[in-house]
């Protein structure tokens, strides 16, 4: 029901001549908003709060019980419709009002539970999320209902039905039978034990993959033993120490972190096992099947081929990495050694700040939040004649000081929905940049439209008495990532919520943010905004460039590296997930070879670690294909002109105005002129990879001093 999108793991890409930036001398009044804290709007007559985003039943927690009993009255009348042989609504707008009242109370629950600071308010949107769950599972298990969409899926409506309709009835069809209703009871009792299962198994694998794992002291070497955290006769080692300049502290900490836990692997192997009698009990061939069916791709085929090609063309790319990473080596221990899985990080990150020449918080006041704010803004009002205003909050509308709250409007349509900025760290603020969406868009009865409410939450530094928040420039792709997610809501304009904007498929679902950090890497769209807060100057030139240049480093190993991990979790869902020993960990053995240059070491337990096999199940894939659509995106419409109307306008018509009411697949060969292939996914990133590295060859050309 509720919808959030983690940060992604992309990196960027940009190219291009410089052309002369445009920059106002004065800040406008957006940045001016944004480089202050948030108007705290006192209220001086005493009226009462409009309540939690302007609803009034939410001036109180309380108010979460009127909520929940409008939505079950709601949900009481819509059914009955559904059956109604005389009903005069189109079966799907009926499905897509009752989906609608129940997600505005859930999604507004589960966020109001994850984000409110007060208690009170935090307890009864559980209580909510918990009713409007139990809400669903009833629906669930409504065999008139699925019987009610099923017929009109199959043999069509009684109202006259457009493709939209169609298809969003068959996502409909789809989800419930996800719940297995259309299955024999003694199978549809399966599915739900397996449901459970898998649930409970999942968490307990989750809450083990972040545990530090203690160790008796005398196992540490004396010489590295003040840098771990020693108590009595235990050491504790929280975490793979990736970053650290010492060598010998990365290798102890890798083998002692992954060495295997012989519960987790249990739990890995009960989970696999549940998922894939899930699947073949609703009649797929594997979990990845179910999991990957109405995505981008279509099938674990074609994302196999993916992988495959991209594994194969990788290995020389990053091979080139690894002979840098072992030069760099050699020149900080004396001697020549290997590259082992503790060192990628370390070396990535050491050539990142080499190229930049200076640290990182030396780029952070060219990036004001403000500025950063009215970047975009110049942006959107470029591409897509938008505008970003901040407007009042009004008493009571915000769960928390320090919101500011954002009227996207259009040239001609007018206000197209609004986002809630929650950017700054406080005390017990979820540590995840996340978009919500609060409320979806859709058509309403009366023919006027519901316009869209998200929230955006971040966690950038609290401004101080003498600077406004300054981003660091991972910040400011984090900013620009998120927003992404944000325009697609406001801009796609769906006749159902059910597949508002961010709405789609997985695969999909990351390319709109991931575009945005390709502009965010490219120096004329940095141009328009990088100014020091101070002055107003603009970030120097060679700054601009090295900056943009540092994204682009050790391109190939990083993305070999989650090719690894995709095919990993493809191989964990397919129909046999653990091969002929039945060992996790030597499945994650001889994938490593196959898919990656650095070797497995033996006794370490990797996958044991990795929390997104529960997440993604099946879908890790989708961070490389909705990366490789962004970038095939930007090299067909963009990279040529970062700021041009036409394609903007284009952009927006042909993908974001779809939200997920066109099916994937169709969408981006109708936009791209392409059939979605495996080979086309894979040459997109390819040819990304190849116009990174000439970018460095530039820079190197051009005479400035390239490090390694
Ligand atoms: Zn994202």
């Known amino acids: 029901m509720y919808f959030t999108i983690s940060r992604s793991i992309s990196k960027l ?8 930036p445009r920059y106002v001398s004065t800040l406008s009044p957006l940045a001016t908003a944004f480089n202050s804290r948030p108007n705290r709007r006192l209220n001086l007559t005493l009226q009462k709060d409009v309540g939690l985003f302007g609803l009034e039943h939410l001036q109180q927690p309380e108010g979460f019980q009127a909520m ?19 009903r005069d609504r189109k079966m799907v707008v009926v499905f897509d009002e009752l989906s609608d009242s129940l997600c505005k109370v859930a999604d507004l629950a589960e966020f109001i539970r994850l984000a409110h600071p007060k208690e009170a308010f ?7 999320c918990i009713t409007i769950n139990s809400i669903v599972e009833h629906l669930n298990t409504n065999r008139e209902l699925y019987q009610a969409i099923r017929s009109v899926s199959e043999s069509g409506d009684i109202c006259s039905t457009t493709d939209v309709d169609k298809h969003v009835a068959r996502l409909f069809l789809f989800d419930f039978e996800q719940s297995g209703i259309h299955l024999e009871e003694k199978d549809r009792q399966r599915v739900v034990r397996l449901n459970d299962d898998i649930l409970q198994k999942g968490q307990k694998f989750m809450a083990g993959t972040a545990l530090p794992r203690a160790v008796h002291r005398k196992l540490l070497p004396q010489n590295i033993q003040h840098l771990f955290s020693v108590s009595g006769d235990q050491v504790l080692v929280a975490g793979l120490y990736g970053d650290s300049p010492n060598c010998a502290a990365r290798e102890w900490a890798y083998r002692v972190f992954l060495f295997p836990d012989e519960q987790q692997e249990v739990l890995l192997k009960e989970l696999l096992s549940a998922r894939h009698e899930l699947a073949v009990t609703c009649g797929f061939v594997s979990y990845a099947h179910r999991a990957v069916k109405g995505s981008t791709v279509k099938n674990p085929e074609v994302v196999n081929d993916f992988l495959q090609i991209l594994a194969e063309k990788l290995r020389p790319h990053s091979e080139k990495d690894l002979e840098v990473m072992r030069s760099m080596k050699k020149a900080e221990i004396g001697s020549s050694s290997d590259i082992f899985p503790w060192d990628t990080l370390y070396y990535t990150r050491k050539i990142k700040r080499e190229w930049l020449q200076a640290p990182s918080s030396d780029f952070s006041p060219f990036f004001s939040l403000g500025n950063c704010m009215e970047g975009l803004n110049l942006l959107v009002n470029a591409l ?10 009004m008493p009571g509308e915000a769960w928390t000081q320090d919101v500011y709250k954002l009227e996207v409007v259009h040239e001609i349509e007018g206000v197209l929905g609004h986002i809630y900025c929650d950017f700054y760290q406080r005390a017990g603020k979820p540590n995840q940049d996340c978009h919500f969406t609060i409320r979806g868009g859709k058509v309403l009865a009366d023919g006027s439209y519901q316009n869209p409410v998200v929230v955006l939450m971040l966690n950038f530094p609290t401004p101080k008495w003498s600077s406004p928040s300054l981003l660091s420039p991972g910040m400011v792709d984090n900013l620009f990532h998120e927003m992404g997610h944000a325009l697609h809501s406001m801009m796609a304009r769906t006749q159902y919520q059910h597949v508002t904007g961010t709405r789609c498929p997985t695969d999909f679902a990351e390319v709109p943010s991931v575009l945005m950090e390709y502009f965010a890497a490219d120096p004329r769209v940095l141009g328009l905004f990088a100014r020091h807060f101070q002055t107003q100057e603009p970030m120097p030139t060679h700054m601009l460039e090295r ?11 990083e993305m070999q590296l989650q090719v690894f991990y995709s095919a990993l979790d493809q191989m ?23 898919y990656y240059n650095i ?4 006794k370490t337990a990797w996958q044991l670690r990795f929390s997104h096999l529960v997440s993604y199940g099946a879908k890790y894939y989708s961070y490389l294909v909705s990366r490789a659509i962004a970038s095939w995106i930007w090299q067909n419409y963009f990279q040529a002109d970062p700021l041009s109307r036409s394609r903007g306008e284009q952009y927006r018509q042909e993908c974001l105005a779809h939200g997920g009411g066109k099916p994937p697949h169709l969408l981006v060969s109708d936009y791209l002129k392409k059939d979605v292939t495996a080979s086309q996914l894979a040459s997109s990133l390819l040819q990304d990879l190849d116009t990174r590295n000439n970018y460095i060859k530039d820079m190197c050309k051009n005479s400035i001093k390239c490090p390694s």
Do not use: W
């Open 599 to 602: 070797p497995y070491i033996p």
């Open 122 to 128: 935090s307890l009864a949107a559980e209580d909510a």
């Open 13 to 20: 890409n940009c190219l291009g001549q410089l052309f002369p």
């Open 547 to 557: 900056l943009c240049a540092s994204k682009h480093l050790f391109a190939a190993s």
């Open 68 to 86: 929940k009993e409008d939505a079950i009255s709601d949900t009481r009348r819509l059914v009955q419709e559904t059956c109604d042989p005389n």
């Open 384 to 393: 897509y004649g938008i505008q970003l205003k901040t407007v009042d909050m």
């Open 572 to 594: 964990y869902h397919s129909e046999n997930p653990l091969g002929s020993t039945g060992s996790t960990s030597d499945v994650i053995a001889s994938l490593q070879e196959e």
